[in-house]
């Protein structure tokens, strides 16, 4: 057997399968009277299972087909009162997409052709319009969309599409170019293997590029960013190709001036950490809601002073949001207010001021003052080949200074995110609890102590 080219499953994504885990196990709480097929990695296992249920006519969950090379595992079958069964597929997102109805077609497939008749067809998704009071009620947090004529209008196109599958299954590994199929309708874990043959600083690269742009160039044979012919490239792409070409960085100094400029004392670097659990977990929260825990504030008082940092982190499972509004007054009714992304900051605090109304006048303050550091660089008056056509602050930061999040405990937002759930929601040991706050504490604290060492540097830049 070839090694296995897969790389193994990243925390990121291995929460992704946690939440749709946990929705699953909820969605099953809507028929207290259903069985289940116990999971077996033996397929046989799982399909003589569900053969040795059926008879029982009550609802199943994870019932099991196997037939002509399909497998499917149906989240929940529930009787009807003729022969037929209704198949509910349970997906953690909000809405329909397409390829969900080619996911319930292909299972509607394999269970028919196994001889199980099949009446109603459902997707059973989230609704982000229910609000938690209490204990969870799946009967309001689930929303069942009948999608049984879309799903019988694609059954025509399954059987070809599984021959098609099967038929490149059992060949040779297929040589097939990267292209839009990499990311859509989901990302794939080869992307890296398979655009290694591309140079440094390549055509993937180009700023708000659409993708079928980017592989049309590399199907005529550019890849790299300094072969595009310049009259395909938008001003930012060309002001990128001549940062490669030059190997300096691009610096407008006159716009950069007037934007630090237009900056005012107390200049105060804001950061929130939030997160948004697809089943909520505090009342009067909605699914995946963002809820923020944790911000840091840097505040420089005057031109060249030493910052002032406070901080706040919600380390018990209450509601956080209202001590969280109450630490935030200390930022004060003067001064800019400066987040990278801003929308982010800005977008929360709005949400905060409708669950809060007592909050409200301040909120609007505050968000009159907002100001974006992304702006230097996402107007590209600022830009360094090292950007790699990017501007988030983790490219920028370590572009213009000696800073970079390498070697931190904690180092991306959906990270924080994920631990702070874990020890403050997820009963972990007092130590361990401690360990990740105080790793919490050190990621969002270098958020916003980031934003001041790039000010300094793009100070030092015009100089
Ligand atoms: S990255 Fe693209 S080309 Fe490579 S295996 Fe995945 S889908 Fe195929």
Redesign the pocket.
């Known amino acids: 057997m070839p090694p296995n080219p897969f790389p193994p499953i990243d925390p990121a994504k291995q929460a992704i399968f946690d939440i749709g885990h946990a929705v699953g196990d909820l969605a099953k709480q809507l028929y207290p009277d259903g069985v289940e097929v116990p999971w077996s990695r033996d397929l046989a296992k799982t399909t003589a299972g569900t053969r040795e249920l059926l008879p029982q006519r009550k609802p199943i969950f994870e019932a099991s087909f196997a037939i002509d090379g399909c497998y499917c595992r149906a989240d929940i079958m529930v009787p009807r009162n003729d022969d037929t069964w209704d198949l509910y597929e349970v997906k953690s997102a909000t809405k329909v997409k397409d390829v969900n109805i080619a996911d319930v077609a292909f299972q509607t497939h394999a269970i028919e052709r196994s001889g199980v008749k099949l009446d109603r067809l459902y997707l059973v998704h989230v609704d982000n319009s229910y609000v938690r009071r209490g204990d969870i009620e799946p009967e309001k947090l689930f929303h069942a969309e009948d999608v049984t004529s879309r799903a019988r209008a694609l059954q025509p196109e399954v059987e070809s599409k599984v021959a098609e599958m099967q038929r490149i299954i059992s060949g040779a590994c297929p040589d ?4 839009t ?2 990311s859509d309708p989901y990302e ?4 890296d ?3 290694a043959f591309l140079p440094e600083f390549n055509v993937t690269q180009l700023y708000r590029a659409h993708k079928s742009k980017i592989f049309d160039l590399i199907e005529r044979g550019i890849t790299a960013m300094v072969d595009v012919p310049p009259s395909e490239l938008s001003p930012d792409q060309l002001i990128q190709q001549c940062a490669i070409a030059s190997g300096k960085a691009h610096v407008d100094r006159k716009p950069i001036r007037a934007w630090l400029d237009s900056l005012e004392y107390p200049l105060h670097c804001l950061d929130f950490e939030t997160m948004n659990p697809a089943v909520p977990i505090i009342d009067g929260t909605r699914p995946y809601q963002q809820i923020p825990f944790q911000f840091s504030l840097h505040t420089r008082d005057r031109e060249g002073a030493a910052p002032r940092h406070i901080e706040f982190l919600a380390e018990s499972a209450l509601d956080p949001r209202p001590a969280f509004l109450e630490a935030l007054q200390t930022i004060g009714s003067k001064g800019t207010v400066l987040a990278y992304n801003m929308g982010f900051e800005r977008r929360i605090l709005r949400e905060l001021a409708e669950d809060f109304p007592a909050y409200g006048a301040f909120v609007t303050d505050l968000d009159g003052r907002f100001q974006d550091l992304i702006i230097p660089f996402n107007q590209f008056w600022y830009y360094d080949a090292k950007q790699r056509g990017s501007c988030s602050l983790k490219r920028t930061l370590p572009v213009l200074t000696d800073t970079t999040y390498d070697g931190m405990e904690i180092s991306e937002g959906g990270q924080a995110m994920r631990e702070y759930q874990r020890v403050v929601y997820g009963g972990v040991a007092t130590t361990e609890k401690e360990r990740v706050l105080r790793d919490l504490r050190d990621y969002c604290k270098q958020d916003t102590a980031a934003l001041l060492d790039i000010l300094d540097a793009l100070e030092a830049k015009l100089k």
Do not use: K, R
């Open positions: 097939i170019a990267i292209g199929h990499c794939c874990d080869l992307q293997q398979c655009s």
